[in-house]
């Protein structure tokens, strides 16, 4: 299958995620997987890389990486399209939630959230666009949060980085829509995935789960080419009422 007719049919042949060994990443990857795309994922945990990895089987490619530093992000897609032949998808889902008061949050804290949620999905974004290129387009999926317009207490550093990747995300688009690459971000709300502390996979029901998030970002990747859900906000159906 050609590059250009794996696009048309939502069929992308590679693809890497980052932060892809547990929670939404793990199953965007094994979303992807079940195309027949090949995957590579990312994370800094080498024994969760090493579980994901054997779970979803196939060509998947675990490479330990730090998104924050900027030559681990470019090293991590140049691995992944040297092992693939190319590149069709970027999937920037690593995060970090640390929650704190602001005149509790150390400076150290403050720049792992920022430079794992925003910088991070710079240079891993930086570092695919030349391959996207060649390929003759493809995607750049960025997995946002409501939180980017919803500020809370205690979550200062967290709102400001999703808030800044919506809008690095909004520009990317612009820059790229002519070269077949298409770019968008997705929102969710609430899902059970244990992240930053606050609550384990499966304790709350109404809850997102990750598989919603992943089949949004397949119907992303199918959807037709003439037009581009550049933003998609997506919200657990029946909270809690308050």
């Known amino acids: 299958m050609t590059p250009t007719a794996a696009r048309a049919t939502g069929a992308p042949r590679a693809a890497l995620v980052t932060g892809g060994s547990r929670g939404i990443g793990f199953a965007i990857a094994q979303a992807l997987t079940a195309s027949g795309a090949s995957v590579a994922i990312t994370g800094r945990d080498e024994r969760a890389l090493e579980t994901a990895r054997?779970?979803?089987?196939?060509?998947?490619?675990?490479?330990?990486?730090?998104?924050?530093?900027?030559?681990?992000?470019?090293?991590?897609?140049?691995?992944?399209?040297?092992?693939?032949?190319?590149?069709?998808?970027?999937?920037?889902?690593?995060?970090?939630?640390?929650?704190?008061?602001?005149?509790?949050?150390?400076p150290a804290d403050w720049r792992q959230v920022l430079e794992t949620n925003l910088s991070g999905v710079f240079y891993c974004s930086h570092a695919a666009i030349p391959h996207l290129r060649r390929r003759g387009g493809g995607w750049i999926i960025n997995i946002?949060?409501?939180?980017?317009?919803?500020?809370?207490?205690?979550?200062?550093?967290?709102?400001?980085?999703?808030?800044?990747?919506n809008a690095f995300s909004e520009a990317l688009m612009q820059e790229v829509r002519h070269d077949n690459i298409r770019v968008s971000y997705v929102m969710p709300g609430s899902v059970s995935t244990g992240f930053g502390g606050r609550g384990d996979q499966g304790q709350a029901d109404w809850k997102l789960a990750p598989e919603d998030v992943a089949r949004t970002v397949m119907d992303l990747i199918a959807h037709p080419s003439r037009s581009l859900p550049s933003r998609v906000e997506l919200r657990p159906s029946r909270p809690p009422k308050k």
Do not use: W
């Open 144 to 165: 946002s949060s409501l939180a980017s317009a919803n500020a809370f207490p205690n979550g200062a550093a967290y709102c400001a980085s999703k808030a800044g990747l």
């Open 54 to 106: 054997q779970t979803l089987g196939g060509q998947t490619l675990a490479l330990h990486a730090d998104v924050r530093n900027d030559s681990e992000a470019a090293r991590a897609v140049e691995d992944t399209a040297a092992r693939f032949g190319g590149l069709d998808v970027l999937v920037n889902n690593a995060g970090v939630g640390l929650f704190s008061p602001i005149a509790d949050m150390t």
